[in-house]
Nanobody
Framework: QVQLVESGGGLVQAGGSLRLSCVASGSIRSINVMGWYRQAPGKQRELVATITSGGWSNYADSVKGRFTISRDNAKNTVYLQMNSLKPEDTAVYFC?????????WGQGTQVTVSS
């Protein structure tokens, strides 16, 4: 079993920055993918960015050039640095962990960007 705990959400003005963190604990496999997804009210959950344990990252087009995903494998932590935030980035941000067929989600952290 793996547990995920996100932190770092909050309220920020448009153009501002936030850094989200997600700490994984439990039976962590050395080969895995961790990622950030978001869900705005009335919308489906969507990919923001993912990163493999080897450091390969992937981004949604809507956040490329503004968001950066990174990870510290020694700390089992993945980060999402969000710059130049826009009101449309407002959502609950969820962290996930995938290894093989095993998938787990965190509880989510709210990000609100005011105009």
């Amino acid at each position: 079993q793996v547990q995920l705990v996100e932190s770092g959400g909050g309220l920020v003005q448009a153009g501002g920055s936030l850094r989200l963190s997600c700490v994984a604990s439990g039976s962590i496999r050395s080969i895995n993918v961790m990622g950030w997804y978001r869900q705005a009210p009335g919308k489906q959950r969507e990919l923001v960015a993912t990163i493999t344990s080897g450091g390969w990252s992937n981004y949604a087009d809507s956040v490329k050039g503004r968001f950066t995903i990174s990870r510290d494998n020694a700390k089992n932590t993945v980060y999402l640095q969000m710059n130049s935030l826009k009101p449309e980035d407002t959502a609950v941000y969820f962290c996930n962990y995938v290894t093989g067929s095993y998938l787990v989600w965190g509880q989510g952290t709210q990000v609100t960007v005011s105009s």
